[in-house]
């Protein structure tokens, strides 16, 4: 047997182990649910023809109305986009019900104090907010090396718990504003939370060509993972338009509270966020759930992402969103209002 194939008979042997050890439980239906989508995942860590594309279920998309069950994974202490995104999210309570913000890596550019980097912003974006301690920050994963790798990451643990505590009817909608890290660990680690949660993960890739992004080379293998998996996927693969002058910023939302002058002032803190031709790509992630007709989108097979990032569209792993276009006045007004009620709220607006 090839190396390749041992490591895959080692993953399925494990995972065949767990679900065997549960063996009683699959007298529910519930837990019967959940052996058939862990068996779909050892299929696409261990079959060469991976998944079948009837497996994954559709995404709900246009999401429904209402509150959605929401958790943040954020490389915030990157750029300034994800504050923005946050702030939208924490000014949006009749939209989202956010469960957890976790901090993710961002690559050789944060290096071994990354995720700290970002949990410190996140928390700096929560006070300034007024929001202290309003909501669990977890630490979360390293990038991934191996697929049978044992993850430890409170980060990841927290998003397994909520996942179990959602429904196929009633998901955990985890949105991934940095690397793909976090997500597939937590599936990896635990199978049955497939169809327990949606993806919506901010690619911004180089369609139909490669799966080239930031987000994407800061973990390749969770990358990958993401178009293999059984759950449910949005790819937001736009947001590079979504632009404003400093000026109008600084007119628009410096003077919403704390926080809208705390969003100007990372403006001020490089060059380049100075520009008027700097996106703020992640922002348009929170108002595509916020309000979905501020975006485009289509629905597409989900190719196999090589090595290399290329997409494979030989391979066919099931049906997926791809949102490609966002509009800006429509995303900026969402984010003003948010500021706006933030301020309010705390009786501080200017």
């Not at 194939?5 to 439980?25: D, I, R, T, Y």
């Not at 995404?59 to 069950?69: D, I, M, S, V």
């Not at 890290?181 to 169809?195: F, H, R, S």
């Not at 060509?209 to 996927?233: G, K, M, S």
Request: proline share 7%; aromatic share 10%.
């Amino acid at each position: 047997m090839s190396q390749v194939g041992a490591k895959a008979m080692k993953v399925k042997n494990g995972l065949l182990s767990m679900w065997v050890s549960e063996w009683p439980c699959f007298k529910t239906p519930l837990a019967f649910c959940r052996c058939v989508f862990g068996m779909a995942v050892i299929a696409a860590l261990t079959g060469p023809c991976a998944l079948a594309a009837d497996v994954r279920p559709a995404a709900p998309w246009p999401p429904p109305a209402g509150k959605l069950k929401l958790i943040i994974d954020t490389d915030a202490g990157n750029e300034f986009d994800d504050q923005y995104a946050i702030s939208l999210v924490l000014g949006s309570p009749d939209r989202f019900d956010l469960e957890e913000i976790v901090a993710a890596h961002f690559g050789e550019r944060g290096g071994v104090t990354g995720i700290d980097q970002s949990y410190a912003e996140i928390q700096r974006v929560l006070e300034k907010a007024g929001m202290t301690g309003g909501f669990p920050v977890k630490r979360g994963a390293d990038p991934l090396t191996y697929r049978d790798q044992k993850i430890q990451s409170e980060g990841v643990d927290f998003i397994i718990q909520k996942a179990r505590a959602a429904t196929p009817d009633a998901p955990l909608w985890l949105v991934l504003i940095g690397p793909a890290t976090d997500a597939a660990a937590a599936m990896l680690k635990d199978p049955g939370i497939t169809d327990h949660i949606v993806i919506f993960w901010h690619g911004r890739t180089e369609w139909p060509v490669r799966c080239w992004n930031f987000n994407a080379y800061n973990d390749i293998l969770a990358a990958r993972l993401l178009f293999e998996l059984p759950t449910r996927f949005v790819l937001f693969d736009t947001g590079a338009y979504l632009r404003m002058d400093p000026a109008e910023s600084e007119r628009r939302f410096a003077p919403l509270g704390p926080l809208g002058a705390y969003l100007q002032e990372l403006r001020h803190r490089k060059s380049g966020y100075m520009s008027p031709q700097k996106g703020f790509f992640d922002l348009g992630d929170l108002a595509a759930l916020a309000d979905p007709s501020t975006v485009r989108w289509e629905t597409t097979n989900a190719p196999a992402v090589t090595q290399d990032l290329r997409y494979d569209f030989t391979r066919n792993y099931g049906q997926i969103v791809r949102i490609y276009q966002v509009e800006s006045e429509p995303t900026f007004n969402l984010l003003e209002g948010a500021l706006r009620r933030l301020a309010n709220q705390n009786g501080n607006k200017k």
